[in-house]
């Protein structure tokens, strides 16, 4: 006698399927944000929000790191990894055919990276868009303070791990940019988010909270190098969409 398949709702669908979760879910996978913004965004009290993002985290789709620009502060961010996981699992579960087809598209974004430096993050972030998007991105990094050249350890791992050599690049001030347009503009840094520029009215702004490796050594460089690139392969379908506007 056959076994009956599993009626149990999947994990994922559970945690997703809360309306409110879902909303959080949604700002998430746009930005990183702080529990002040995102209770602007929702509409719902703060303790209410805070309950919420606890089970997100709890069930391991929403992580939360301090603010190296306010301390007291933390941004929250959705792991795109877990959540596609996650997806891929309920459908499988429903049926075997039904699987996750990432979009395509052939139109070609402007992407701006911010860190403070520009001699880190934002170049590593540069970089690697600029291999995974072969083409259909044009991809600019710059600082509000740039450093005087690049770090040796994001050259090394860029090189090292992905395959890109960037050793005669110099960090660039974001300055030299006034008067661009960018389609994106993506902050890295907590710092540069609160005084970077517009750059056209109808940019989107996207904020990375990603800890500055600088203090590091290799393996720091190595684990902040996978998250922005875990970060900017899931940015690639949203590039390939037209650019929301409002």
């Known amino acids: 006698m056959v076994s009956p398949p599993s ?9 997703a399927g809360h309306e409110l979760r879902w909303q959080l879910l949604t700002e998430l996978a746009r930005s990183d944000l702080r529990v002040r913004e995102l209770v602007a965004l929702v509409g ?68 701006l990276f911010v860190c403070t430096g520009n001699s880190a993050r934002s170049p590593i ?23 005087p050249a690049l770090h040796p350890a994001a050259v090394r791992v860029l090189r090292d791990r992905y395959g890109v050599d960037v050793a005669e690049q110099r960090p660039r001030h974001l300055d030299t940019l006034a008067g661009q347009r960018f389609d994106y503009v ?10 970077c520029p517009e750059f ?14 600088s203090g590091g050594d290799d393996a720091v460089f190595a684990r902040t190098a996978a998250d922005i690139d875990t970060r900017v392969r899931y940015l690639l379908p949203v590039l390939a969409r037209p650019v929301p506007t409002g």
């Open 7 to 15: 009626r149990a709702v999947p994990a994922f669908v559970r945690l």
């Open 200 to 213: 056209g009215g109808e940019s989107r702004r996207v904020h990375w909270s990603v800890a500055d490796p």
């Open 186 to 195: 993506v902050t890295l840094c907590d710092r540069v988010r609160e005084i």
């Open 125 to 147: 972030a540069e970089a690697l868009l600029g291999v995974h998007a072969a083409g259909r991105a044009v991809v600019t990094s710059a600082g509000s303070a740039p450093r």
């Open 44 to 111: 719902q009290p703060q303790n209410l929000v805070s309950y919420h993002l606890r089970l997100l985290r709890e069930g391991g789709l929403v992580t939360a790191v301090r603010s190296s620009f306010d301390g007291r502060d933390s941004y929250y961010h959705l792991d795109l990894s877990r959540c596609a996981d996650g997806l891929s699992s309920a459908g499988a579960s429903l049926h075997p055919a039904l699987g996750l087809t990432p979009p395509s598209g052939d139109r070609r974004s402007s992407v």
